[in-house]
C-alpha cells in the first residue's frame, strides 16, 4: 500500500512538470505553433543566404566541363582512325587496344559526353534547388520560395505552407536544412551558413514536419 502511494506521488510529480525537463533535447517540439502568431500582418523573410559569387563559379566551372568533355566526345568520335594492332608482336597489352575500332570510339564518345553532361546537370539541380530567400506571406499562409538559377537571376515560386514538410528540426541540422515541397521533384536546401531572420516564426511555419495523405 505504501509502495503505490509513493508511485502516485511520483507521477503527480512527473506530470506536473515541463516536457522539455523530462526531454531536454527536444525543448523545441515542447512548444505548440498555437504559442506563436504565424498569422503576420506583412511580408517577412524567414531565411537569407545571399552567396551568389559561389554559385557563379561553380556553374562557370560546370560549363567548362561540359565543353571539355563535349569536344573531347566529338574528337573521339571523329578524329580517332582504325589502326589495327598485329596480334603477333610482342608489346604491352595497353599497345595492342585498338582506340579507332567502332566499339572503342563510340564507347568514348559517349562515356565523354556523359560526363560533362552529369557534371553539367549535378551542378545545375543544386543550385536550383538551393533557396536564397524564404519568404512568409502576410497572413502567413503561403510561403514563397527564392532559389539561385544557373544564370544568376533569381528564381521564384510560390507554394501554400501545408504543402512545405520539413525533414529535420533546424537546432540538429549540421550543413544543409532539406525542405520537400509536395509536387516537387527531391528536396529544396537551406544552407545553415545561411541566416535564420526569424528563426521562431521559421520553426512554427516553414520548419514544421507535416505528414501528407496520399490520394486511395
Not at 68 to 74: D, E, G, P, T
Not at 185 to 198: P, Q, S, T
Request: proline share 4%; net charge positive.
Amino acid at each position: 500500500m505504501i509502495g503505490m502511494l509513493r508511485i502516485q506521488h511520483f507521477v503527480k510529480n512527473v506530470l506536473k512538470r515541463p516536457s522539455f525537463v523530462i526531454f531536454p533535447r527536444v525543448r523545441y517540439f515542447s512548444e505548440k505553433p498555437l504559442d506563436v502568431n504565424t498569422n503576420v500582418a506583412k511580408d517577412v523573410i524567414l531565411f537569407k543566404y545571399d552567396n551568389p559569387r559561389f554559385f557563379k563559379i561553380i556553374n562557370i566551372f560546370a560549363g567548362c566541363q561540359f565543353v571539355f568533355w563535349s569536344y573531347l566526345s566529338v574528337f573521339a568520335y571523329s578524329k580517332l582512325r582504325d589502326a589495327p594492332v598485329d596480334p603477333s608482336k610482342e608489346t604491352t597489352w595497353w599497345r595492342k587496344i585498338n582506340l579507332g575500332e567502332n566499339k572503342y570510339r563510340n564507347g568514348l564518345a559517349v562515356i565523354s559526353f556523359i560526363i560533362g553532361y552529369g557534371i553539367l546537370t549535378i551542378t545545375w539541380m543544386y543550385t536550383l534547388r538551393s533557396v536564397r530567400y524564404l519568404i512568409l506571406h502576410q497572413g502567413g499562409q503561403n510561403l514563397s520560395f527564392v532559389t539561385y538559377t544557373p544564370f544568376m537571376k533569381n528564381r521564384i515560386f510560390t507554394v501554400s505552407l501545408k504543402n512545405v514538410n520539413c525533414k529535420e528540426s533546424r537546432s540538429v541540422a549540421v550543413s544543409q536544412l532539406p525542405l520537400k515541397v509536395k509536387g516537387h521533384y527531391l528536396h529544396y536546401i537551406l544552407d545553415m551558413r545561411g541566416e535564420f531572420k526569424n528563426p521562431t516564426l521559421f520553426d512554427h511555419t516553414a520548419g514544421l514536419r507535416r505528414k501528407w495523405r496520399t490520394a486511395a
